[in-house]
């Protein structure tokens, strides 16, 4: 049965995920931020987010190499040890910036990146919650890095500048240097570039995916989408998506309908080529619980250039039945 933690306070009237954060490393939780998670009453995957009870697609479908993002960033400034914990990113042509990492002990190359942007009002850890410890553990045995940044200082009212309706390009060059880095330090592997996030994380995963279409291999909303349609950076890399929301109740301030967003995100993709599907799991504007591994098992089946996806002729069975092609 999948939790559901009740908020101590009413969630102000923007762009927030109702939210709270989930106690890390075995800690009591002593804090309280703006998260929450609904009952969707459904289990789903097998529960350790290794993508083993998924077909795996590497994107090529005979037996030529798969294909590899032709254009990856290379480090702009000096790369930070990569150790669980805050890590401080050097763009060359933006302020330096914090970026929380979970990192395995002796991390292996050839592991996934996932970039988790957080909502309004929440912190970095949020991505513990969403994706849960046991989920994180599973990527970063496998030699995977979780890397959630921090916003920039002056980014205004809401944390990503795409939020903002603004055109700095800070935010997607901080998601260059933590790739570039990555790479460099760890060896990830560049086929395994992935992101994700909620309400205003989720909007700004979409614009970080569509910014950055060139080398990511797929990516996952929670309560995103767009207002209007961004352009591909490259449309010919047809990334595939998972797209989450909360159905009908998804909303913000009375007029943020994150169903819509989703929608229109969804439609342009498939307008493209591109795989994606939808889960509504009805829950309102909330982190639904029990999608971690769901999340994972998504990402280690669609690397870079996955067509047609593993998923195409039917979602695996252990999926939320919210989810549907």
Known sequence: MRSTLLLAFACVPALVACVTDAPLDGEEDTSTTEADSTDTGESSGDGDGDGEDEAEGDGDGDDEPPPVPADLPTPAGECPTFANGNATFSPA???????????????????????????????????????????????????????????????????????????????????????????????????????????????????????????????????????????????????????IHGGDNDLFGGFVNFKALSTVWFNQLTANGNFAFICDHGGGHTIPSGYGDDVANFFFAHPFGTEPSPYADGLPENIPSACAL
């Not at 395995?104 to 849960?132: C, K, Q, R």
């Not at 979780?146 to 060059?173: C, H, K, Q, T």
């Not at 909007?203 to 080398?215: D, E, G, H, K, L």
């Open 93 to 243: 042509s933006i302020p330096p910036r914090d970026v929380k990492l979970w990192v395995g002990d002796n991390p292996e190359p050839g592991g996934m990146l996932v970039i988790y942007w957080h909502a309004y009002g929440s912190i970095p850890d949020e991505a513990a919650f969403t994706l849960t410890q046991p989920v994180i553990d599973a990527i970063l045995d496998a030699g995977g890095v979780i890397a959630a940044p921090y916003p920039a200082e002056d980014v205004g009212e809401f944390p990503w500048f795409s939020v903002n309706v603004s055109d700095r390009p800070d935010d997607m060059l901080v998601g260059d240097e933590i790739v570039a880095c990555a790479i460099e330090q760890l060896g990830i592997d560049p086929r395994r570039i992935h992101a994700t996030g909620m309400s205003a994380g989720g909007i700004q995963t979409v614009a970080f995916s569509m910014a950055r279409s060139r080398y990511i291999a797929s990516a996952v909303s929670f309560s995103g989408g767009e207002y209007v349609e961004q352009p591909f950076e490259d449309p010919e890399n047809r990334f595939a998506a998972m797209i």
